[in-house]
């Protein structure tokens, strides 16, 4: 069993930066892959980034390749997620996520059902 917990969202400007953590529980989770996924008012939730067990591989979605880093540190349990230059369109809950890693591609890593863990989620607010 693994538990997540979510912290760091905020309130800031657009253009600004924020770093989200995941928490986990559970001497698994460093077996297991990560992600962090977004929902907005009214809008399905959405994928952000992944990244493999092992660190080695990360996964983006393309809207937000070189604006989002997504790191892990598997001695300490935790998932970062590194965001700058922030836009009003980014507002939205953020979700950390773990699910088991099948090395597979980027489709794997992307979809909600890889995951079986979820946490509570941190709202996060761009204002312009």
């Known amino acids: 069993q693994v538990q997540l917990a979510e912290s760091g969202g905020g309130l800031v400007q657009a253009g600004g930066s924020l770093r989200l953590s995941c928490a986990a529980s559970g001497r698994t989770f460093r077996s297991y892959a990560a992600g962090w996924f977004r929902q907005a008012p009214g809008k399905e939730r959405e994928f952000v980034a992944s990244?493999?067990?092992?660190?080695?591989?990360?996964y983006y979605a393309d809207s937000l390749k070189g604006r989002f880093t997504i790191s892990r540190d598997n001695a300490k349990n935790t998932v970062t997620l590194q965001m700058s230059s922030l836009k009003p369109e980014d507002t939205a809950v953020y979700y950390c996520?773990?699910?088991?890693?099948?090395?597979?591609?980027?489709?794997?890593?992307?979809?909600?059902?890889?995951?079986?863990?979820w946490g509570q989620g941190t709202q996060v607010t761009v204002s312009s």
């Open positions: 996520a773990a699910g088991r890693d099948y090395y597979s591609g980027y489709g794997y890593y992307a979809e909600r059902n890889t995951y079986s863990y």
């Open positions: 990244i493999s067990w092992t660190g080695g591989r990360t």
